[in-house]
């Protein structure tokens, strides 16, 4: 009897001690089509031509390139600006990495184009950093990057 007892009490705390419905909320992801309606969105109002991916993701090929085409064990060298679905800027810059070390939408939207290339990659929150905050980023954010694919080794 003493067991069921614990075990009770032990439920009951745990219950009292868990997330609030406010904190669920702020960390339920979106779903597939939230994405999609949102991505579909910021495509219409911004006048891009946009692909849909398989995976899930847009993009839009500005210059296709001509040089090597990378592969998921490829190191490349991107000059890049990633933003929000509302045009705020979170990062840029021009950096070098292996492919495999960076978010899938990455990993799939860079090879879609070669060396010289530009792609500008609409990725939803599933291929990029999901429904919870990464550092600046916002969970179950659409991010769009602009890149140019400066080197492929």
């Known amino acids: 009897m003493r067991l069921i007892n614990l075990v009770f009490s032990l439920v009951l705390a745990l219950g009292f001690t868990g997330c609030s419905n406010k904190d669920k909320e702020e960390h339920r992801c979106t779903t597939a089509a939230e994405d999609d309606a949102s991505m579909q969105s910021y495509i219409s109002a911004n006048g891009i031509t946009a692909t849909k991916h398989a995976?899930?993701?847009?993009?839009?090929?500005?210059?296709?390139?001509?040089?090597?085409?990378?592969?998921?064990?490829?190191t490349v060298k991107t000059n890049y600006t990633g933003k929000f679905t509302n045009n705020t800027s979170f990062d840029a810059g021009t950096v070098s990495f292996p492919l495999s070390n960076v978010i899938e939408g990455w990993q799939i939207g860079i090879p879609l184009i070669k060396q010289g290339g530009k792609i500008k990659l609409i990725i939803p929150p599933y291929l990029a950093y999901g429904c919870n905050d990464y550092r600046s980023i916002p969970g179950n954010s659409v991010l769009v990057f602009d890149v140019e694919l400066l080197e492929v080794q």
């Open 55 to 74: 995976s899930g993701l847009y993009y839009q090929i500005i210059e296709p390139g001509s040089g090597a085409t990378p592969t998921a064990s490829s």
